[in-house]
């Protein structure tokens, strides 16, 4: 077995959950003990350390929408696991290929075509984990590339995570979809993320 300060590396933490550690059970034990909990119906930051695979804050960001969310852990392994659970859906004026302008404070930075054309052409065939886009050859042995180069589809608007609850989502986002049309908004539902996109 292989330990780093006393921590195993070469074996996979399982993924149970933990009531004990979700907001609202953390938030209910500092009231208990006298003390003043963060408002939950307000945004908030949770930071698990030593998240192993995710599962918690998988299901914390699942069921509180105000936090933001962030794990952090020592073995790689965990974290493969974690990101390998995340969907995305491209956004529909997402770009075909590379490369790709992106707007930054500093001025604007092109995204190489060797990194983005397969990364795009691979989200044009539908919703895919980040498991599978580990699995193209541009990303192979860089996952530090791959999580990059999806935080900056992602934060460019060209690219969403995948609710699993699609289809429960259908009629209201369809009733929605209506009250946008008579209200001549330029947005665009897009249920299956849990989002809208401006309309052209």
Known sequence: MTYAAGYVQDVAYPA???REIQPLWLSMLTRFLGSAPPDLTRPYSYCELGCGVGINLLVAAATNPQGQFVGVDFNERHLTIARDAIRFQRLPAAPSAGPVTFATPIGEIQGP????TPLLAALAQGPVSFAQLRQLP???GQLGTLSQSLQ???WSGHLHPLREDA?????PAAR???W?????????VVPECGTAVHAP
């Open 113 to 116: 075509s060797d990194i983005f």
């Open 176 to 178: 929605l979809t209506r």
């Open 16 to 18: 149970h959950f933990h």
């Open 152 to 154: 900056m589809l992602l």
């Open 167 to 171: 289809d429960a989502l259908s009629k």
């Open 138 to 140: 541009a990303f192979a």
């Open 180 to 188: 946008i049309d008579r209200q001549q908004l330029a947005l665009r």
